[in-house]
């Protein structure tokens, strides 16, 4: 079994999206190929309300999919279609834009104003891409979790761990999407297809990722230079990004470590993506844009309920 080595480690950059949303992107900044099929990663934790109650009002999507996991506070949906919902603590929403949606996400505060979150955009196959819109509305009660050996606790979202299978299924790039809590000292390791883009993202505490000694990779505030920080240390805030191979070897350090392990199939084709649509070419954006201005852009009707 080969251990995956570090291909590089990205620091979240600090931007404002939306109508005013203050938030951490570890994925999106440089070229859409390098984490196919993924596209973007953006962190919402925050616990100032000013900082994100404008949320993200009305806006289109074609061509990928957002996937978004709420830990603390809330997230108000609604679309053109007539689908409405919150995403409560806990939950996770799979939406597919197909061949289009317009709609809105109003993230709400919990008791104390914290509003923890991240949103990540999947591409789709060109095949897949003008597909009816669908959501998947997933409850916190119906992700399971499991223990490993090393007493690491693992929340299933998508994918299988110690035989147990999460909800999201039936997905064309095949995603795994695990929520994993590791103990102080102990040693995690997770098997990942060869072949599969990987990549882990720090949502607390520190740990050491493949005991890897040679330079890898760095990348914060726009800088890039082969370093490795000093004490080995990767913490929050932090994604790895990692070279093919068999598995993922993970030792936590200090109090322990939480980190999201997402992994997903390729698509390889071109990308042609400029704001929130994705497509294959400059035609297809063109055309998508086009008929956002001519009312064209909503090609299902039908309801399909979260």
Do not use: C
Not at 102 to 110: K, V
Not at 163 to 181: A, C, I
Not at 262 to 267: N, R, V
Request: hydrophobic letters at 35%; glycine letters at 12%; a negative charge.
């Amino acid at each position: 079994m080969e251990t995956r080595r570090i291909r590089k480690v990205v620091k979240a950059r600090a931007t404002v999206e939306g109508a005013g949303v203050h938030l951490h992107r570890a994925i999106g900044l440089g070229e859409p190929e390098e984490y196919d099929p993924f596209l973007l990663l953006d962190d919402f934790r925050s616990d100032l309300p000013e900082q994100y109650r404008r949320g993200f009002p009305w806006h289109p999507h074609r061509g990928m999919e957002t996937i978004t996991y709420v830990l603390r506070g809330r997230v108000e949906h609604g679309d053109s279609l007539g689908n409405h919902g919150v995403i409560s603590p806990g939950d996770v929403q799979w939406m597919s834009a197909g061949s289009g949606i317009i709609h809105q996400e109003m993230p709400q505060g919990d008791e104390s104003g914290a509003m923890y979150g991240f949103q990540l955009w999947a591409n789709l196959p060109a095949a897949n891409k003008m597909s009816e819109p669908r959501y998947r509305g997933i409850h916190s009660a119906d992700i399971p979790d499991v223990t490993d050996a090393s007493g690491a606790t693992i929340r299933i979202v998508a994918g299988v761990a110690n035989g147990v299978t999460g909800p999201v299924r039936d997905v064309v790039t095949q995603p795994e999407y695990l929520d994993v809590t590791v103990p102080a000292g102990q040693t995690f390791t997770r098997a990942t297809p060869r072949g599969h883009t990987v990549f882990a993202y720090v949502i607390a505490g520190k740990a050491v990722f493949n005991h890897q000694d040679d330079p890898y990779t760095y990348e914060a505030e726009g800088d890039s230079y082969f370093d490795q920080e000093r004490d080995g240390l990767i913490g929050d805030r932090h994604l790895v990004l990692f070279a093919d191979g068999d598995a993922v070897v993970v030792t936590a350090a200090g109090d322990g470590l939480r980190f999201l392990l997402i992994s997903g199939k390729p698509i390889g084709e071109s990308i042609a993506w400029r704001g929130p649509i994705v497509m294959n070419t400059q035609q297809e954006l063109r055309v998508a844009f086009d008929e956002l201005d001519q009312g064209t852009f909503i090609k299902h009707a039908r309801r399909t309920r979260p």
